[in-house]
């Protein structure tokens, strides 16, 4: 019996059952002091720099169709520090990121708390940030997966589940996102290593994989990970185990990164 998109979803979600998030909705229109992320039919354009950790780049993407998934808007996405507009969502990991670094260095931003911490970030709306730029909301992580968490803690505050392609779970449609101002600091984790194990891929999730997801390998491949590591961030676990053989491995290892997929440990086994 083929195995269809629909039932793969499911047999996963089944696997990863005891990992939920919440999502909630972000503002409401007309809050005072809140920071649109989507207002009046404007997206609030995000800046990250091109020379920061390539999964957060990912992620940064993945935020821009998450906030079209819920508002129909996909805000643009743009390394350039230069940029003159009123209001930006600026995202970087310190000492990876020119723009956070340069924040930093100006006394915009304070990150002694989360400097050198393991997965943590530090959320805050900042006035006058870079020249030409009103308002801010900035998210600076300590390290690669902090940076990367604090994006996608927006995209569940918005409403978007982690499960949103595995289970197919829609959001529900604003015409206006908030954030509330203010600051938030999440991390470290109390927890360090946080994992799953694939458990008896060859009955559902190898199968899938090779006759549809990643038919020119005929095996578990890049764009199969990609997908089951973004799903692992969302909902911040930096580990996962499983039993694809070294041949398979070796095989996938030597396929091209197709769109959308890396190699960056942000999303590979050892996430």
Known sequence: MPFRLSQMRASFRRLLLGVAAVAIAAGRSGAQQAFPLVEGGRATPLLVSGGDHAGVVRAVGDLRADVERVTGLAPSVSDAAGARVPLAVIVGTIGHSALIDSLVAHGRLDVRDVKGKWESYRREVVSRPLPGVDRALVIAGSDKRGTIYGVYDISSAIGVSPWYWWADVPPQRHSNLFVASGTKRAGPPSVQYRGIFLNDEDLGLQPWAAKTFDPQLGD????????????????????????????????????????????????????
């Not at 578990?220 to 911040?236: M, N, Q, V």
């Not at 959308?260 to 086994?269: E, Q, T, V």
Request: charged share 25%.
């Open 220 to 271: 578990i491949g890049p764009k199969t990970y990609a997908r089951i590591f973004e799903l692992l961030l969302r909902c911040t676990i930096n580990h996962v185990d499983d039993h694809v053989s070294s041949a398979a491995r070796s095989r996938a290892a030597r396929q091209p990164v197709p769109a959308g997929a890396s190699r960056d440990p942000a999303i590979s086994p050892d996430i």
